[in-house]
């Protein structure tokens, strides 16, 4: 009779999920996702034809994750892009590796960092529109010039330099804003 599995893929793509979560992706390896999933690493190879493959399964549960973060992060305010931004800084300072391996790391084969911000709803392309609609001639433009703002913005939390409240976040990226549609 063969022995009953006790383990099931849910189990171990969450498991090595919520160690790239709290631990950053670099650690993931099949004995140690195995340990702290309380079986052997043949599970994990049954399922995964090998580490590369469980790990981009972590992969797009990260982007589902992220996608499920800004769809559900409260808005205020109108200003075009600060809303994005003050996702974008939240998710980078509460979700630290997941945000490094979603938007820091590089693969040539993931997703592109707009194409995740844009997702099927059209973030990006909303924000670009509400500021055409507010009167940018360039709105393009912009939103490159807040880009940047925004994602060394993000990247410091990284670090440890990025300490502004999350008012003090929105004023800045309503100043930036400003500051750039005004040039």
């Not at 600060?82 to 993931?110: I, S």
Request: with cysteine.
């Amino acid at each position: 009779m063969a022995r009953k599995e006790s383990i099931t893929v849910e189990q171990i793509l969450s498991t090595a999920f919520e160690m790239t979560r709290t631990e950053g992706a670099e650690v993931i390896t099949a004995r140690k996702v195995a340990a702290a999933a309380g079986c052997s690493t043949q599970p994990i190879f049954r399922v995964y034809k090998n580490m590369a493959e469980l790990e981009e399964a972590v992969y797009m549960r990260a982007v589902d994750f992220f996608r499920n973060y800004y769809a559900g992060f409260e808005r205020s305010g109108e200003v075009p892009f600060a809303n994005l931004g003050m996702a974008y800084v939240a998710f980078a300072r509460k979700e630290k590796y997941l945000f490094k391996l979603l938007f820091v790391d590089t693969n040539p084969n993931r997703i592109s960092m707009y194409e995740l911000l844009n997702g099927s709803e059209g973030h990006v392309v909303y924000e670009i529109n509400l500021a055409k609609n507010q009167g940018c001639k360039d709105p393009g433009g912009l939103f490159m010039k807040m880009w940047i703002f925004i994602h060394g913005a993000a990247c410091m939390t990284l670090s440890g330099d990025y300490d502004l409240t999350d008012e003090e976040t929105k004023q800045l990226l309503e100043r930036a804003y400003e500051s750039f549609n005004a040039q």
